[in-house]
């Protein structure tokens, strides 16, 4: 069965730094491209950023490019999101999502707030 | 980047009435068009991909289509189980752009 599950959100204060991790099961992670997704609250799905199965391709949205960092750990079948200089507009659930695919985690709780 | 618009933002309908989506990109996409079902406090579901390919699972009154710039979801009778929001994703290259969502309600 695969399984995605999220990690690692909570509250921080404006300018501080969070890493979210997705441990990943079920599937042959090494395969597949994978994508952060995230959605604010009452609010649409916002799509952040997209990392290749090697990680040879990286991709981020403009809103989060320069602050946000995706990696992977192909070894330890995980996802990464390392966020750096966070604003309240970041408040969100992101979820991690393999490509193309009905498998999405059950997401994790960002607050950015003073 | 290319822009996704959907229409309408919102819809009414009533049991057993045929509902359709429209989904339009600013640039041409091929058929990397997919279509998402959320319902309140759910994960995404994904419904189509592929413009038009129906995700193992999904009902079949559930049906998509398009090419290039101008996509369609439809739901042939529209059921009390369908109100949700739903969101087209292009996926043919970054940034994989999500539609603004349209929601969909029993009248």
């Known amino acids: 069965e695969v399984q995605l599950v999220e990690s690692g959100g909570g509250l921080v204060q404006p300018g501080g730094s969070l890493r979210l991790s997705c441990a990943a099961s079920?599937?042959?992670?090494?395969?597949?491209?994978m994508n952060w997704v995230r959605q604010a609250p009452g609010k649409g799905l916002e799509w952040v950023s997209h990392?290749?199965?090697?990680?040879?391709?990286?991709y981020h949205a403009d809103s989060v490019r320069g602050r946000f960092t995706a990696s992977r750990d192909n070894a330890k079948n995980s996802l990464y999101l390392q966020m750096n200089s966070l604003r309240v507009e970041d408040t969100a659930v992101y979820y991690c999502?393999?490509?193309?695919?009905?498998?999405w985690g059950q997401g994790t709780l960002v607050t950015v707030s003073s | 980047d290319i822009q996704m618009t959907q229409s309408p933002s919102s819809l009414s309908a009533s049991v057993g009435d045929r509902v359709s989506i429209t989904c339009r990109a600013s640039?041409?996409?091929?058929?990397?068009l997919a279509w998402y079902q959320q319902k309140p406090g759910e994960v995404p579901k994904l419904l189509i991909y592929?413009?038009?390919t129906l995700q193992s699972g999904v009902p079949s009154r559930f049906s998509g289509s398009g090419f290039g710039t101008d996509f369609t979801l439809t739901i042939s009778s529209l059921q009390p189980e369908d109100v949700a929001t739903y969101y087209c994703?292009?996926?043919?290259?970054?940034?994989?752009?999500f539609g603004q969502g349209t929601k969909v309600e029993i009248k």
């Open positions: 999502a393999r490509e193309n695919s009905g498998f």
């Open positions: 079920g599937f042959t992670f090494s395969s597949y491209s």
């Open positions: 990392i290749s199965s090697d990680s040879s391709s990286i």
């Open positions: 640039q041409g996409i091929s058929n990397y």
């Open positions: 592929a413009a038009s």
């Open positions: 994703q292009k996926y043919n290259s970054a940034p994989r752009t």
